[in-house]
């Protein structure tokens, strides 16, 4: 390869877990207000802007010490941020006593997964439904808790679409191999390939799972990532919300 003449001069480093190696800038924000609330005594020795101060006074005023243990849900000062968040994206009011807080979304995608999955030794074959291609952090988890991956195959054709049909061709194959489907994940938008589900594809989702008795995760981590032109990202939450499907015996 050395002699091999290549189609171009030079490689350029991309790594999606490490921004801040190809130089990306730190949000000065999140920064500030965490150097506050570790150390606020800083607020006497330096000059930080008014939104940085009253949000780090906010959360500190909600918790006895920043050395102290908090809820193992998370601080109730930033789930209620979230709620109401939610309420805004939505336009359905959230419950701080339903959001959990955890160290980035892989961890909350681990103690997701490690509460459905039960382990051989129970007796069970468990299995997740996971696209294809996916982010590997599913495929990955599922190993670690000895659970069974089961691949449904985005349709490339029609945009890296997920069709209902895809999803029961995969549940009729984990059946044959007595694999129990305990919980199906999607990600929208899409990663990698970036996709938008509409919310007619949203819908037919949630009631194939609500037939199927299987636990909807919703990766939408990448929500203010569009890139596909006029397209927009609905929540599985809200659509959830507006057909009701919170209610019910499977739900």
Partial sequence: LKDKKLPFDSVISCNIGNPH??????LSFIRDVLSLVLNPSLADRATFPDDVTARAKKYLSSIPDIGAYSESQGILAVREEVSQFLDKRDGIPGDPTNIFLTNGASEGVRLCMQTVLRTPDSGFRDGVLTPIPQYPLYSAL????QGNLIPYYLDESRG????????????VDSEK???????????????PTGQILNKKSIQDIISWCIK????????EVYQENIWKRNAEFISFRKVA???????GPNA
């Fill in 21 to 26: 190696a190809l130089q990306q800038k730190s």
């Fill in 241 to 247: 919300y507006e057909m009701d499907a919170f209610n």
């Fill in 160 to 171: 890296w679409e997920c069709t209902v049909d895809s999803l029961a061709a995969a549940l």
């Fill in 142 to 145: 599922t190993t670690l808790l």
């Fill in 177 to 191: 191999n007595n694999i129990t489907a305990r919980a199906l994940v999607i990600i929208n938008p899409g990663n």
């Fill in 212 to 219: 199927e008795n299987i636990l909807l995760m919703a990766d």
